[in-house]
């Protein structure tokens, strides 16, 4: 435990130091509402489609479901790397791609009584823009480079309870955001040293309290026999999360910056970085309620399997940045993991072998209509030594996204995209007091 412990004070060090390094890749995409939203799931969830209502694991964190820290027999520390990939097209037509990663979760979890009260507390990446498309127009021999840009991250600290009375599990994630969003329009003039060039800034701060709520319920269904003729109890879990809309407290600035173009290096240099506007007005920022609800089968020494369905109400969106009208969001979740044998001394039978799938409408919306979103997803967990006499066990948690968002020939583009997340997770016995030392 020891050394878990030094291993886990390092590495949180190392993450507060680089915390605000996380996946930003370019996508236009990014352009509506607060941005691109990350997906809240730790990477055992994500490899088997996102399922979290009815999940529940003693050696993994359900973020989604606060109710499901209830049932954590182990402390869980996760920490977890995104890679992020996508093509953006157009018809037949590559526009752009890109590649990019950093940090995508961190987060210790813990029993603080067996069997009746879990905690977890982390940070996640919350929301982010990246973007930048233009257009050039000529108008009595002067070329006009229209440039609209976004960039910019939120993020999200939470700290999260589940409490457990006769197979009911309830709990609340109390939750921070924070960050600041930056969208801007640029209207270049590339031809004479005469010309003054305009950019209109639009910034947003958030910087508010949230809170999401979650139930599950476990009762058996059955035994099974496996190959050495062992009866396996067979639980279902059954489970709904959610939360209410919410008034994010915001700062809204919103400014002119002139400057010229150099002619020789083609760089912009300001001639006055405070040309009307105003700076930090108070506003709020809704965000839209969500639930989820869903359930699970199996046992998790061996197999388990689900399905979930989550709505998010985009419509009631509200904000000074990009007010663009949105959809409101659905998806079908479906997956499962199995593990052929714990009690094995073959390594590929101790593997945790887990696939799933997810489809439905994004929040983004094109022409009026919503945009389509598939994605299938897969995923190993990778366990590292052998179990120890206090249960001690770290594992790798391997988890791959294939998905596209937008169809050609309906939308104006499409997003195709590939998420590959890479956690370090480790289970251990903490915070027991030993009779014998």
């Known amino acids: 435990m020891q050394s878990n412990f030094k291993t886990l004070v390092y590495t949180i060090i ?53 109710a499901s820290y209830a049932a954590m027999q182990y402390t869980n520390f996760n920490i977890g790397l995104q890679m992020y990939g996508n093509t953006i097209s157009s018809d037949s037509a590559q526009i752009a791609g890109s590649v990019n990663g950093g940090i995508n979760n961190v987060a210790l979890g813990f029993p603080v009584i067996m069997n009746h009260w879990g905690m977890a507390f982390g940070l996640t990446p919350f929301s982010y823009k990246k973007y930048n498309y233009s257009n050039t127009l000529t108008d009595d021999g002067t070329s006009y480079t229209y440039n609209n840009l976004g960039k910019g991250s939120t993020y999200k600290v939470f700290w999260g309870n589940g409490f457990e009375y006769k197979n009911f599990r309830f709990g609340v994630n109390a939750g921070f955001v924070f960050g600041g969003l930056d969208e801007s329009q640029e209207i270049l003039l590339k031809d004479t040293t005469s010309n003054i060039n305009t950019s209109v800034h639009n910034e947003l701060n958030l910087k508010d309290f949230t809170a999401d709520f979650g139930v599950q319920y476990t009762f058996k269904i059955s ?35 002139s400057s010229k173009t150099d002619p020789y290096t083609q760089e912009q240099y300001p001639i006055d970085s405070a040309s009307g506007g105003f700076y930090n007005q108070k506003v709020q920022t809704k965000l839209p309620a969500y639930f ?59 593997v945790n072998y887990r696939l799933g799938a997810q489809f439905g409408k994004s929040y983004v919306t094109h022409a009026g209509k919503g945009v389509p979103e598939f994605g299938m997803t897969f995923g190993f967990g990778l366990p590292l030594g052998k179990v120890t006499g206090s249960g001690s066990r770290n594992k790798i948690n391997l988890a791959m996204e294939i998905g596209r968002r937008g169809i050609a020939d309906i939308n104006t583009y499409k997003e195709n995209y590939y998420k590959l997340t890479l956690t370090y997770a480790l289970s251990d016995r903490w915070f027991i007091k030993r009779k014998f030392d």
Request: proline fraction near 5%.
């Open 292 to 350: 989820g609800l869903g359930f699970t089968i199996g046992n998790e020494l061996w197999w388990t399997a689900g399905a979930d369905f989550h709505f998010e109400n985009w419509k009631s969106y509200n904000s000074k940045i990009n007010n663009t009208p949105l959809n409101n969001l659905w998806q079908l979740k479906i997956g499962g993991e199995i593990k052929p044998d714990f009690r094995s001394n073959n390594y590929a039978k101790q």
């Open 14 to 66: 190392l993450v507060v130091l680089g915390s605000t390094s996380f996946a930003q890749t370019f996508s236009p995409h990014s352009r509506f509402g607060i941005g691109n939203m990350f997906n809240p799931v730790f990477s055992a969830n994500k490899a088997m489609g996102g399922i979290s209502a009815g999940y529940t694991n003693s050696r993994e964190i359900n973020y989604l479901n606060p």
């Open 223 to 257: 035994k099974l026999e496996n190959q050495d003729k062992d009866k396996i109890p067979v639980y279902m879990t059954v489970g709904a999360y959610g939360a209410p809309p919410i008034n994010i407290k915001s700062a809204h600035s919103k400014y002119n910056i």
